[in-house]
């Protein structure tokens, strides 16, 4: 994902990193495996509209082994880069290797725009601050989540972020460490700040429209309890 930091003239994007590895196939090519512990979200920063990139940085995880996917960046009127993403918290897939089913809890970093415009290096990364959980795994039917596509700002300033709660692999649908009360509903949602007007708007309400297995979900967030804890180092350089 590429978000542009207006009035400050930087760009950033980011990823989700899988590793490579070759010790758990046969033949000569290094393969991808998604869902593993080491799966991490990568990013890096322009100065010049995407020509040039700093070398990537990995985001601070909340816990440790456990995968990240579906990276979301916005830049909101004060120049601060939120990055949005889902962190594995249960339903693990056992296999060898052992991986995490797609999605889990959605959380939030931020860096704030003295940190955008000063510049890093290996020396002195990001320090975003500490991860907040938004919406947990546990909430809505114990349903990992994933994030779905960028976040919109409607013209009442309310923030909406598209989610998907994704259904575990089927071998540990029921499982002590991942229970659901749906395991046949897949389901689409949104989370909408609440430090704007009350109303959620027609935008909302369309998201079920025309989609026969996906229900829609509204789920209310605090944009301030976000931003909780102190900043944190932004996990170092990666080459």
Sequence with gaps: VWSWMVGIGLGG?????????????DGPENMIVEGLPEQRIMYSFSS?????????FTVPQQKKKRAVWSPVLHVDNAGTLWLFYAESSSCK????????????????V??????????????????????????ATSEGDSIPKVLANKLQVLSTGEWVLPFWRELPDESVQGSDHCK?????????????SEDG????????????????PVSAGVR??????????KPQRGGGQDA
């Design 48 to 56: 010049d509209v995407g020509n040039k990139w700093s070398a990537p």
């Design 110 to 135: 931020s860096l704030s725009s003295d940190q955008m415009s000063k510049g890093f290096s290996p020396s002195d990364p990001p320090q975003w601050s500490q991860p907040r959980i938004v919406y």
């Design 13 to 25: 994007t980011a990823w989700q990193a899988s590793p490579a590895r070759p010790d758990i196939f």
């Design 180 to 192: 659901s009360t749906s395991w046949q509903i897949p389901s689409a949602g949104v989370l909408i």
């Design 197 to 212: 007007a009350p109303a959620c708007g027609s935008g909302v309400s369309a998201l079920g429209s025309g989609a026969s």
């Design 93 to 108: 897939i056992a296999g060898t290797p052992s991986t995490w089913s797609p999605g889990g809890d959605i959380l939030a």
């Design 220 to 229: 209310r967030i605090a944009r301030t309890a976000m931003q909780v804890g």
